[in-house]
């Protein structure tokens, strides 16, 4: 698989403080590819590097093998963006942004389709400012994805889409993606990273703290599974504690949480058996990306 | 020149009922109040024989100018940066100086229209005869209308938001209003008030324009000072204008 977006070493600062400290990923053709990443890590700094919207002041950002910065122009022919901000002329109808929009590109996507799925086939005479936040949301996504493009970049994708909308949008990326078409993501739905997403880079205060597959950033964070049950008579905290790969335990109206790996689980059953503690409504759950991300950007004790 | 830009811009131009009224209407409607008044329909010897309504042509041509260029054009293009719009449009093949062009050719075309409009009313109306030297006429208006917009660049590129656009137009309005001759012809002004005022971009086009409607052929020195004025407003807006 050829690399299609290419991001070496990554560096940016304001005021002297780094924002992005040295990324490095590469997105491979066809594969939606997504970034994770607290408030301020650096998300839309690196996308909009890889845009072209702002200079890198170190490392190396290749789109399609071309310079998105000196090489704009053609870069622009082959990469769509939704931008996590942005606004049209508030008197600027639907319908005339789209055909605006698909005029710029030599083979655009046929508009009625493309907005029929996005939902505003009823809303085409409606002037971009009198849209609800949902509904720009989604002519975004139309702007992003008219030119036909053969790389998209959505920065936050479907914050403030309502969930049947959500639904949908990722049904039309994969569709887009099942085209061929090369995604890089910004989200902060754990959901929507663990249905679209090929790969995860979640980025950390400028830096990536992992990078996997959905299902290997599960497997690789501490406490992979969790098990939780109410104990029939008390369990001593030293007994817990001697448990193996155990990462966290929890005590709560008697209930017991702990989070380890299958090993845990296993000593856990054993110990209850020795101890003839009867664990009632017992749930061994395996975590989800939210516990994941949760662990692998959590605040270092200072 | 992308066509497609042209036109989108030229429909919201269209949609903002302010821009359409001071732009193209104002300038015309301020000549026909005035004209209405008897004693602006007599020769005054002050005129060199001329009659008020006569002496308001050019300045109801200028005001269209100065409307376009100091109010509605910074206006327009600070809006578009304000709302990401040229940012948006940094991710197109399509380059954000195409919305900038197609907001010259716009707020250029329609003052354009508003002063030939003043024109026609001016004669149909009023009598006032149309340019004796259209050529230099056409000539210092094209160069008028390039120092205007060439202005309200400057005016959008130092304003972060509309807001600060709106006040450094209206700041910059009045006295280009004066220069025009909208109180005092320029002509009438004293000696020295003259010369500062004919340095002024619309004060230089306000005695090109008196020329050629007179029949004369513009004076080298007033088209140079639009010339001049012309390229060094453009070098500033070059370097000074921000995309975002
Ligand atoms: N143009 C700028 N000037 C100064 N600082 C900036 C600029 N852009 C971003 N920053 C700073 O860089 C940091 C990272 O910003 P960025 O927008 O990349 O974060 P993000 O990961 O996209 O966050 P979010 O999830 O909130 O969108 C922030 O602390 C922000 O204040
Ligand atoms: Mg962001």
């Given amino acids: ?302 | 020149m992308n066509t497609a830009v042209l036109r989108t811009e030229f429909r919201l131009f269209c949609r903002e009922p302010g821009a359409v009224f001071w732009v193209f209407l104002f300038p015309t409607l301020l000549l026909v109040i005035l004209g209405s008044i008897p004693s602006f329909r007599e020769a005054d010897t002050s005129l060199g024989g001329l009659r008020p309504v006569d002496a308001y042509v050019p300045v109801a041509v200028l005001i269209a100018l100065i409307m376009a260029g100091v109010q509605t054009l910074p206006q327009a293009l600070t809006g578009h940066r304000e709302r990401g719009v040229l940012r948006r449009m940094r991710l197109t093949p399509v380059r954000p100086s195409a919305l900038l062009s197609a907001q010259m050719v716009v707020q250029g075309t329609v003052a354009l229209g508003s002063a030939l409009l003043a024109l026609l009313v001016g004669r149909l109306a009023f009598g006032v005869p149309l340019p004796r030297q259209p050529g230099g006429y056409l000539l210092a208006l094209l160069l008028a209308a390039a120092a205007a917009l060439a202005l309200g660049s400057v005016v959008s590129a130092l304003s972060r938001t509309t807001k600060i656009a709106g006040a450094i137009g209206s700041a910059v309005f009045f006295p280009m209003m004066f220069c025009a001759g909208v109180w005092i012809p320029v002509r009438e002004m004293p000696h020295a008030m003259a010369r500062v005022v004919q340095s002024t971009p619309f004060g230089a086009a306000a005695r090109a324009l008196d020329q050629a409607a007179a029949g004369h052929w513009p004076g080298w020195e007033q088209l140079g000072v639009l010339a001049a004025w012309t390229i060094l407003l453009t070098a500033g807006a070059a370097r000074w204008f921000r995309w975002e």
């Fill in chain 1, 1 to 302: 698989m050829p690399t299609v977006i290419e991001v070496t070493d990554l560096r940016k600062s304001y005021g002297g403080r780094a924002v992005v400290d040295g990324v490095s990923l590469a997105v491979e053709e066809g594969e939606i590819f997504g970034i994770l990443g607290p408030n301020g890590a650096g998300k839309t700094t690196t996308v909009e590097c890889v845009e072209g919207l702002r200079a890198p002041d170190g490392g190396r950002v290749r789109v399609t093998g071309l310079d998105p910065v000196a090489d704009h122009e053609k870069v622009s022919r082959v990469l769509g963006a939704q931008l996590q901000q942005s606004e049209l002329p508030p008197k600027l109808t639907v319908r005339e942004a789209l055909e605006l929009y698909a005029s710029f590109y030599p083979d655009p996507l046929d508009r009625a389709p493309l907005a029929e799925r996005l939902g505003l086939a009823g809303k085409l005479a409606t002037r971009f400012g009198k849209l609800s936040g949902g509904q720009r949301q989604r002519l975004f996504i139309a702007l992003a994805l008219i030119g036909n493009p053969r790389v998209v970049v959505l920065d936050e994708l479907t914050t403030g889409l309502d969930p049947r909308a959500r639904r949908d949008t990722w049904e039309l990326i994969e569709d887009v993606r099942d085209r061929g078409v090369t995604v890089l993501l910004v989200t902060h739905f754990m959901e929507e990273a663990q249905r679209l997403c090929d790969r995860i880079a979640v980025i950390d205060k400028g830096r990536v703290a992992a990078l996997d597959t959905p299902a290997g950033l599960i497997r690789r964070s501490a406490g992979a599974t969790v098990i939780s049950f109410t104990p029939s008579a008390p369990v001593a905290d030293h007994d817990l504690t001697a448990l193996p790969d155990l990462a966290s335990v929890e005590r709560k109206d008697g209930r017991i949480t702990l989070s380890g790996t299958d090993e845990t689980v296993n000593a856990v059953i054993t110990l209850l058996a020795r101890h003839r503690i009867t664990a009632h409504q017992l749930r061994v759950v395996d975590a989800t990306l939210d516990d994941a991300f949760l662990d692998l950007t959590k605040e270092e004790a200072a």
